[in-house]
C-alpha cells in the first residue's frame, strides 16, 4: 500500500460551521474496479480534513491486489478522529461498498458513531425547484457555474489500475492519484448548493404583505398581493417560477411571490355531510336538525360534492389546509382559498412561515 498525504487548497465556499467543528468534518471519495464490494475491489480512497493549521489530502492506494485488506485497515483507523462524513452520493455508494469489501475480508468496521452528509441527498428533494437536468455531479457544477473537464471516466480509469498492476508504471499510478485528487479538490465547488437546501428548509419572516391589483386588455381589474419573506440563509444564484396562481422570486435571502388572488363566490364543504340537507332552490346545505323543519319536497340528503354554504369575497390560494374555515370552487378542487384579511391573516409567524414552505412543496408537485 502507498500512502500520498500532503497541504490541499481549499476554498472557503460553505460556512461548515453549519454542519458541525472543522476538526470533526471528513471529506471522502473512493475508486473502485466496479459497483459491488462483493465482486470488485476498492484500490483508492481519498480524504480530506482540516488539522488545525490547514486542509491536507490523505490517500491511500492499492498497489497490490493484496493491499486492499491494509487500505481498510488505514482508513477506518485514521476515521475515528472524526465524527462527521461529507460526500457525494456516499449513502448509496461508498458507504455500502466498503461495507461489502469489509464483509469480503472479515473485517469488522462500520459507520456508526458517524453522522453523514450526503451532498447528493440533501439536494435530491429540491431537484425540481432547482430545474436540475438529473443528480449528477456535472448537473450541479453546470448549475453553479463550475467548470470542470473530467479527462477519464471511471470506467477507463479501471483499465488504467489493472495496467498499473502489470506494470506499476509511475505515469498511470500518477494519473489515478490524480484524478481522486481532482474530485477532492472539486468538493468545494459544489458545496454552495447546500445553501439552497439550508434555505428551502429554514423558518422564514413575513417582511411586508400589499395588496395590489392590475387591469388587463379588456379592462377588468384582478387584484393579488405582494409577499417577502426572508430566510437565514442566502443563496448564490438567484431562480424565478411562475406557475398559476403564483410568481416566485428568490434572491439572496428573500423569497418575492406575486399570488393571484380569487374575487367572487366560493363554497365552504362540510365535512359531515351525512348530517345534512341539501336545498336545491338555494343552492345551499343546512343541518338536519333545521332541514327537519323544512318541507321534504325542497330538500334532499346532502352528499360530499353539495353539502355547502358559499361566500362571497376575495380570498388567498392556500395549498394545504393551514387556514380555516377554507372554500373551495368545487369538492375535487386542487387547491382551497381561505377569506383574504389583509390585518388579520398574516399575524401568526409560524403559519406565514408554513405558508412559504407550502408554496414550494405546491412548486415541487408541479414543476
Same mark, same amino acid.
Given at each position: 500500500?502507498?500512502?500520498?498525504?500532503?497541504?490541499?487548497?481549499?476554498?472557503?465556499?460553505?460556512?461548515?460551521?453549519?454542519?458541525?467543528?472543522?476538526?470533526?468534518?471528513?471529506?471522502?471519495?473512493?475508486?473502485?474496479?466496479?459497483?459491488?464490494?462483493?465482486?470488485?475491489?476498492?484500490? =483508492?480512497?481519498?480524504?480530506?480534513?482540516?488539522?488545525?493549521?490547514?486542509?491536507?489530502?490523505?490517500?491511500?492506494?492499492?498497489?497490490?491486489?493484496?493491499?486492499?485488506?491494509?487500505?481498510?485497515?488505514?482508513?477506518?483507523?485514521?476515521?475515528? *478522529?472524526?465524527?462527521?462524513?461529507?460526500?457525494?452520493?456516499?449513502?448509496?455508494?461508498?458507504?455500502?461498498?466498503? =461495507?461489502?469489501?469489509?464483509?469480503?475480508?472479515?473485517?469488522?468496521?462500520?459507520?456508526?458513531?458517524?453522522?453523514?452528509?450526503?451532498?447528493?441527498?440533501?439536494?435530491?428533494?429540491?431537484?425540481?425547484?432547482?430545474?436540475?437536468?438529473?443528480?449528477?455531479?456535472?448537473?450541479?457544477?453546470?448549475?453553479?457555474?463550475?467548470?470542470?473537464?473530467?479527462? /477519464?471516466?471511471?470506467?477507463?480509469?479501471?483499465?488504467?489500475? *489493472?495496467?498499473?498492476?502489470?506494470?506499476?508504471?509511475?505515469?498511470?499510478?500518477?494519473?489515478?492519484?490524480?484524478?481522486?485528487?481532482?474530485?477532492?479538490?472539486?468538493?468545494?465547488?459544489? =458545496?454552495?448548493?447546500?445553501?439552497?437546501?439550508?434555505?428551502?428548509?429554514?423558518?422564514?419572516?413575513?417582511?411586508?404583505?400589499?395588496? /395590489?391589483?392590475?387591469?388587463?386588455?379588456?379592462?377588468?381589474?384582478?387584484?393579488?398581493?405582494? =409577499?417577502?419573506?426572508?430566510?437565514?440563509?442566502?443563496?448564490?444564484?438567484?431562480?424565478?417560477?411562475?406557475?398559476?396562481?403564483?410568481?416566485?422570486?428568490?434572491?439572496?435571502?428573500?423569497?418575492?411571490?406575486?399570488?393571484?388572488?380569487?374575487?367572487?363566490?366560493?363554497?365552504?364543504?362540510?365535512?359531515?355531510?351525512?348530517?345534512? /340537507?341539501?336545498?336545491?332552490?338555494?343552492?345551499?346545505?343546512?343541518?338536519?336538525?333545521?332541514?327537519?323543519?323544512?318541507?321534504?319536497?325542497? *330538500?334532499?340528503?346532502?352528499?360530499?360534492?353539495?353539502?355547502?354554504?358559499?361566500?362571497?369575497?376575495?380570498?388567498?390560494?392556500?395549498?394545504?389546509?393551514?387556514?380555516?374555515?377554507?372554500?373551495?370552487?368545487?369538492?375535487?378542487?386542487?387547491?382551497?382559498?381561505?377569506?383574504?384579511?389583509?390585518?388579520?391573516?398574516?399575524?401568526?409567524?409560524?403559519?406565514?412561515?408554513?405558508?412559504?414552505?407550502?408554496?414550494?412543496?405546491?412548486?415541487?408537485?408541479?414543476?
Amino acid at each position: 500500500m502507498i500512502t500520498i498525504k500532503h497541504p490541499i487548497d481549499f476554498p472557503d465556499t460553505y460556512p461548515l460551521d453549519r454542519i458541525g467543528p472543522l476538526k470533526d468534518i471528513l471529506f471522502f471519495d473512493i475508486e473502485t474496479t466496479g459497483f459491488s464490494g462483493e465482486t470488485s475491489q476498492l484500490y =483508492l480512497i481519498g480524504c480530506t480534513y482540516f488539522d488545525g493549521f490547514g486542509w491536507k489530502l490523505i490517500q491511500w492506494f492499492a498497489d497490490t491486489r493484496q493491499a486492499e485488506k491494509e487500505l481498510l485497515d488505514s482508513f477506518f483507523e485514521f476515521l475515528k *478522529r472524526f465524527k462527521i462524513l461529507i460526500h457525494f452520493n456516499g449513502d448509496r455508494f461508498d458507504i455500502p461498498y466498503l =461495507l461489502k469489501c469489509c464483509e469480503r475480508l472479515g473485517l469488522d468496521y462500520n459507520f456508526n458513531d458517524l453522522a453523514s452528509i450526503d451532498i447528493f441527498k440533501k439536494i435530491k428533494p429540491y431537484r425540481k425547484l432547482l430545474k436540475l437536468e438529473n443528480m449528477k455531479q456535472k448537473s450541479i457544477e453546470q448549475f453553479l457555474g463550475v467548470h470542470r473537464e473530467d479527462k /477519464y471516466n471511471g470506467g477507463q480509469l479501471i483499465e488504467v489500475y *489493472r495496467d498499473y498492476l502489470h506494470t506499476h508504471e509511475k505515469s498511470l499510478f500518477d494519473l489515478l492519484i490524480l484524478h481522486n485528487a481532482d474530485d477532492l479538490r472539486g468538493m468545494p465547488s459544489i =458545496l454552495p448548493i447546500l445553501n439552497y437546501a439550508d434555505l428551502f428548509e429554514s423558518d422564514f419572516t413575513l417582511c411586508s404583505h400589499k395588496l /395590489y391589483s392590475y387591469t388587463d386588455e379588456a379592462g377588468y381589474s384582478h387584484p393579488f398581493v405582494n =409577499l417577502l419573506w426572508e430566510s437565514p440563509y442566502s443563496i448564490p444564484i438567484p431562480l424565478e417560477y411562475t406557475l398559476n396562481p403564483l410568481n416566485l422570486e428568490l434572491h439572496d435571502s428573500y423569497l418575492a411571490c406575486n399570488l393571484n388572488l380569487y374575487e367572487g363566490t366560493l363554497k365552504y364543504f362540510y365535512p359531515d355531510y351525512q348530517n345534512y /340537507y341539501y336545498l336545491p332552490l338555494e343552492d345551499t346545505a343546512i343541518h338536519k336538525s333545521i332541514g327537519e323543519y323544512v318541507d321534504r319536497s325542497a *330538500r334532499k340528503k346532502a352528499t360530499a360534492k353539495n353539502c355547502y354554504c358559499k361566500k362571497e369575497g376575495l380570498f388567498l390560494p392556500q395549498f394545504s389546509s393551514l387556514w380555516e374555515p377554507s372554500f373551495k370552487e368545487d369538492h375535487k378542487s386542487s387547491f382551497s382559498y381561505i377569506l383574504y384579511d389583509d390585518e388579520t391573516l398574516w399575524a401568526d409567524r409560524e403559519k406565514n412561515s408554513h405558508y412559504a414552505h407550502d408554496i414550494f412543496t405546491y412548486l415541487t408537485g408541479q414543476l
